[in-house]
C-alpha cells in the first residue's frame, strides 16, 4: 500500500512540475511575441543600416519607440486584469520608474562624453527592463488563470 502511495504521490509530483514547465513556457513564448512585434515596429530591416550606422540619434529613437510599445503592450494587460484604480496606480509607478531609471542611466553614461552610445545607453537598458516586466506580468496572470 506504501509503495501504491509513494507512486500516486510521484506521479502527481512529476505532473505539477510538467504542467509548471507548460506555463512557463506558455509566458515565455507569449512574451517572446510582444517583444518581437515590438522590435520590428522599432528596428524595421528596411531601415536597419541606418539605425546601426551611429551618426545620429537613429538608435536612440529606435529604444525609445520599442520601450513605449512594450510599455502599451503591459499596460493592455494590466487594462484587462486589474480595478480602475489599481490599473492607474501602477501605470503612474511604471512612469515613475522609466523617469527615474532613464534618469540614472543619462547620468551614469553622459557624465563624461560617450557620444552616441551614451545618448542611447539610458534607453536600451531600460527597454531591457521593460522585458523583464512583460515577462512577470504574464506569469502572474497565467499563474493566477489556473
Known amino acids: 500500500m ?5 507512486i500516486l504521490f510521484g506521479c502527481l509530483v512529476a505532473l505539477s512540475a510538467v504542467a509548471e514547465e507548460e506555463v512557463l513556457d ?37 529604444e525609445q519607440k520599442y520601450a513605449v510599445c512594450m510599455e502599451k503592450n503591459i499596460f493592455k494587460i494590466i487594462d484587462i486584469h486589474f480595478s480602475p484604480e489599481v490599473t492607474e496606480r501602477m501605470k503612474k509607478n511604471l512612469e515613475k520608474f ?14 563624461e562624453d ?27 496572470f497565467m499563474l493566477n488563470s489556473e
Not at 506504501?2 to 509513494?6: Q, V
Not at 522609466?98 to 557624465?111: E, I, K, P, S, V
Not at 552616441?116 to 502572474?140: C, F, K, P, W
Request: aromatic residues 14%; glycine residues 2%; charged residues 35%.
Open 26 to 62: 506558455i509566458v515565455e513564448r507569449q512574451t517572446q511575441k510582444v517583444k518581437d512585434e515590438c522590435y520590428k515596429s522599432a528596428f524595421p530591416e528596411e531601415k536597419m543600416d541606418k539605425i546601426l550606422s551611429l551618426t545620429d540619434d537613429s538608435l536612440k529613437d529606435a
Open 98 to 111: 522609466r523617469m527615474y531609471y532613464r534618469d540614472f542611466y543619462w547620468d551614469l553614461y553622459n557624465t
Open 114 to 140: 560617450n557620444g552616441t552610445i551614451g545618448r542611447m545607453q539610458n534607453d536600451a537598458i531600460y527597454s531591457r527592463r521593460l522585458e523583464d516586466i512583460l515577462y512577470d506580468v504574464n506569469l502572474h
Open 2 to 6: 506504501r509503495k501504491i502511495l509513494f
